[in-house]
């Protein structure tokens, strides 16, 4: 199956990357799974690593969410690399209809935690027509 290709985690709660990760493995659904504790993390790993989908935390040290994105932005125009599809996952739905959210072309989604089944259908089909465009 791995319709979702390499998945990268970008979360601050090992529990949550955990969960998501064990999730994903157990629906077949990825191809690989790589974890990053912060948005800067996160970085280096798309330096060395192609990926096709970031699963994001909004909230976190170091670099948040919506650094990461201003910084993945920049590091797409520098480099050329192919930007992954972005989904954000937060542990609530006050971001739902925000303007950082809604506004920003590399946002294609926003889940809340923990990842579920449906969820990961969700992704599995979005990840077909992403890759059909």
Same mark, same amino acid.
């Given at each position: 199956?791995?319709?979702l ?40 790993l ?7 989908? &970031?699963?994001?935390?909004?909230n976190? %040290?170091?670099? *948040? ?10 590091? =797409? $125009?520098?480099t ?26 590399? &946002? ?5 935690? %923990?990842?579920? *089944? ?10 077909? =027509? $992403?890759?059909?465009?």
């Amino acid at each position: 199956m791995h319709e979702l290709g390499k998945v990268l985690l970008v979360d601050d709660d090992a529990a949550h990357t955990y969960l998501s990760a064990r999730a994903l493995c157990k629906a077949n659904a990825i191809e690989q799974v790589f974890e990053a504790e912060n948005g800067s993390r996160a970085l280096e790993l798309l330096l060395s690593e192609a990926m096709d989908l &970031i699963l994001l935390d909004v909230n976190m %040290p170091v670099m *948040n969410g919506y650094e990461f994105l201003e910084a993945l932005k920049k590091l =797409v $125009e520098t480099t050329g690399i192919i930007p992954p599809t972005v989904v954000l996952m937060t542990t609530s739905e006050k971001y739902e209809g925000s303007d950082r959210v809604t506004q920003n072309p590399m &946002i294609k989604g926003l889940l809340t935690k %923990p990842l579920t *089944n449906d969820q990961i259908n969700y992704l599995v089909s979005f990840a077909g =027509v $992403e890759r059909q465009v």
